[in-house]
């Protein structure tokens, strides 16, 4: 991953801050975009703390808004001169509802951003990565994505869209040398997946945690290194074959029928 020039949305903290942190590592070049500059500079620094010298531009932009993602992939090109990977990650849950009770609102602003904001992105980068003959790019789709999830019809068809997209991208871009997968992950521990247990116990979410870890076989919840593991074998050159999937990290709970 030396030098390869890698594009996180979403690059702020939980499953995006990871993958930057291990990429760091591998000495990649980084373009970190997020909608929250503050939160945004602290993640420079510590990464910066891993890896003094690594080249890194920070873009804020929502990535619900097509010209503010044409921008960030713009401003990369005019830096780096190229896109070698793309971690098309950011997203959020949304609220918690039946379907017929669900916030409609709400509703299109988890599409705007979960699948128009991938959407975007794919749109941009990858014509960059047809003149190169050469890129990679991982979408994060959730179990969400390949299963139904009570109360949260927005983010499972958000991302189920997400899953199917990603197939699409990879039939009709793998001739350009381009190789598009997705991620499904589980409960992972990160900010989003500890707002989702407030959501379900106000009073206790660890309780609301500790009691959903026990459905797993695994018998806990993921860490997102372990995710940034997987994506940046799927952003690296080692991988030279794998396109069109939707992976779960999930502790094998996806492969269940009802509960344990």
């Known amino acids: 991953m030396k030098d390869k020039v890698i594009i996180i949305t979403g690059a702020a903290m939980g499953l995006g801050l990871a993958t930057a942190e291990y990429l760091a590592k ?3 070049k980084l373009v970190l975009v997020d909608y929250n500059g503050e939160v945004l500079e602290g993640a ?12 890194i531009l920070t873009i804020e932009a929502d990535v619900s808004n097509e010209e503010a993602v044409k921008n960030y992939v713009d401003q990369t090109v005019e830096t780096f001169g190229r896109i070698d990977g793309f971690y098309n990650n950011a997203g959020i849950e949304g609220k918690q509802a039946p379907l ?3 916030d409609q609102e709400m509703f299109k602003k988890v599409i705007d951003i979960n699948l128009m904001g991938v959407y975007y992105g794919l749109r941009y980068v990858i014509p960059v990565m ?3 003959n050469y890129g990679k790019i991982v979408n994060v789709a959730s179990v969400g994505g390949i299963r139904g999830v009570a109360n ?5 068809a958000s991302k189920h869209a997400v899953s199917g997209m990603t197939k699409n991208a990879a039939l009709e871009y793998g001739r350009d040398g381009i190789l598009t997968n997705a991620i499904a992950p589980g409960a992972i521990l990160t900010p989003m997946v500890a707002e989702a247990f407030k959501q379900v116990n106000p009073e206790d979410p660890k309780a609301a945690e500790a009691e959903y870890a026990q459905r797993n076989p695994t018998k806990r919840l993921g860490l997102p290194k372990e995710v940034a593991t997987v994506v940046s074998f ?10 069109g999937q939707t992976i779960a990290i999930d502790g094998g709970e996806s492969n269940m029928y009802g509960n344990p």
């Open 100 to 102: 017929t009770e669900y």
């Open 130 to 132: 047809q003149k190169q």
């Open 234 to 243: 799927l952003l690296s050159e080692e991988n030279g074959y794998v396109s």
């Open 26 to 28: 591998k000495r990649a």
């Open 152 to 156: 949260q019809t927005a983010y499972v």
């Open 44 to 55: 420079v620094k510590k990464l910066k703390g891993i890896n003094a010298d690594i080249e």
